[in-house]
Nanobody
Framework: QVQLVESGGGLVQTGGSLRLSCAAS????????VGWFRQAPGKEREFVAC????????EYADSGKGRFTISRDNAKTTVYLQIDSLKSEDTAIYYC???????????????????WGQGTQVTVSS
């Protein structure tokens, strides 16, 4: 069973940047698609970004286009989410997840993911 660990969250002012990391243990991450999701207080978990196994396919939620960048370092089995121009509405717990489906395009649906990390808190203050 793979264990995913997110890091890099914190408190940042509006307009700032953060880079979140998702590291895996127990199974190589470099053969699976990975997604980032977030959940704000009182809201459902929502899709943020995804990347397929080799990095050739990426997708973003409309709320993050132009501000979020997902990437992966397969040598380090780590996936990153760079968040720029942070807004107060970005405040949430951010989760990474792994999908065991072998697809050429990455996956946006929560139900397509099998393993989840515990999340990292991102708080944006104005």
């Amino acid at each position: 069973q793979v264990q995913l660990v997110e890091s890099g969250g914190g408190l940042v002012q509006t307009g700032g940047s953060l880079r979140l990391s998702c590291a895996a243990s127990g199974r190589p991450l470099n053969v699976y698609g990975v997604g980032w999701f977030r959940q704000a207080p009182g809201k459902e978990r929502e899709f943020v970004a995804c990347i397929n196994w080799n990095g050739a396919s990426t997708e973003y939620a409309d709320s993050g286009k132009g501000r979020f960048t997902i990437s992966r370092d397969n040598a380090k089995t780590t996936v990153y989410l760079q968040i720029d121009s942070l807004k107060s509405e970005d405040t949430a717990i951010y989760y990474c997840a792994l999908s065991r489906l072998y697809t050429s395009t990455c996956l946006r649906a929560l139900g397509e993911y099998d393993d989840w990390g515990q999340g990292t808190q991102v708080t944006v203050s104005s």
